[in-house]
């Protein structure tokens, strides 16, 4: 097999943007046929392309399988390379409109929920004074599904934390704080009207957490551990928030939830949940705001990123 030609010889030779919008498709559905129909072009013309790409890179990008193709490992490294280079096209075009459309633009936003309520609202807030015509999409869920949306470039960034698998090295972290965890209650609950509520007493209920793996989960379970303190029964595992509060308004049970959402809901008399006094000191490890490594923000982007960052700043003077 002969040696890649280098990236100036790929371009010389004709590789085009065609030739790398395929191999960013393959490398996303892994299949020619879903590439194809992605591209909204026949399987025939997608084989074509890929038959081009191996003529201009003198080397194989795949392998015949069962089911189809699989990309080669330098076909995979293309592919990776492309995905990169769509990504920064669509970048590229948002960045144009919003200079076109005197700031208008999109900015895609990806949090865990404490950060949601505390970091990002406020921003946004302060967004629609600066930036009216910049519209706003805010997913909020775990950190590894959101980083894995970072990814694929279907957010412009994210808080929360980098998940340890191999496959997120793309992503860079800008550390934020810790997330002290507070223990919330229905208002009904016979623990709640306690001035202070014992270790004992909390392992007689059930716990509503995360499944085994996630921050919060680890976090609890390892805490309790040093306090040499039994595993918390959880019957149900879930990372749903609404289902969370759900729950617990019509149990017994007892969430582990971050102090800043716990200020959101329990606070106050008339709130529907309360916060135990119980200072375990359970604290999730910190979240920060992740990026893509090497990729520049859209204006509109990089002007809500600094807010979330100065709204940072404001709470912890």
Request: some cysteine.
């Amino acid at each position: 097999m002969s040696e890649p030609a280098k990236p100036e010889v790929l371009l010389q030779r004709g590789l085009k943007l065609s030739h790398l919008r395929l191999m960013a498709a393959l490398g996303e559905v892994g299949q020619l046929g879903l590439a194809a129909h992605r591209l909204g072009i026949t399987q025939p013309a997608a084989s074509r392309l890929l038959a081009e790409v191996e003529q201009i890179t003198q080397a194989p990008m795949h392998a015949r399988t069962g089911r189809g193709i699989a990309l080669s490992d330098l076909g995979q490294v293309l592919a990776r390379r492309a995905q990169r280079v769509m990504m920064e096209m669509r970048d590229a075009e948002r960045e144009m409109a919003e200079l076109v459309g005197g700031t208008a633009g999109e900015v895609r936003i990806g949090a865990v929920t404490a950060p949601a309520l505390d970091l990002v609202l406020p921003a946004l807030r302060t967004a629609r004074l600066l930036q009216p015509k910049v519209r706003a999409e805010v997913t909020v869920a775990a950190s590894d599904p959101l980083c894995t949306l970072l990814l694929a470039g279907q957010l412009d960034f994210v808080l929360g934390r980098i998940p340890k698998s191999a496959a997120t090295s793309g992503l860079t972290i800008t550390y934020l704080a810790i997330e002290p965890i507070a223990l919330v209650v229905r208002r009904g609950h016979r623990l709640a009207a306690r001035a202070e509520v014992s270790p004992a007493d909390l392992l007689e209920h059930d716990w509503v957490m995360p499944a085994e793996g996630s921050p919060l989960t680890d976090a609890v379970r390892m805490r309790l551990a040093e306090l040499n303190m039994a595993p918390p029964r959880q019957q149900l595992a879930t990372s749903s928030f609404l289902l969370t509060l759900a729950l617990i308004q019509q149990s017994d049970a007892i969430a582990p939830v971050a102090r800043a959402v716990a200020n959101q809901f329990a606070v106050g008399d008339d709130a529907p949940y309360r916060v135990l006094n119980c200072p375990l000191g359970i604290e999730v490890a910190p979240f920060g705001l992740i990026q893509r490594r090497g990729f520049t923000l859209t204006p509109a982007a990089q002007t809500l990123a600094d807010l979330v960052m100065t709204q940072h700043r404001r709470l912890n003077l």
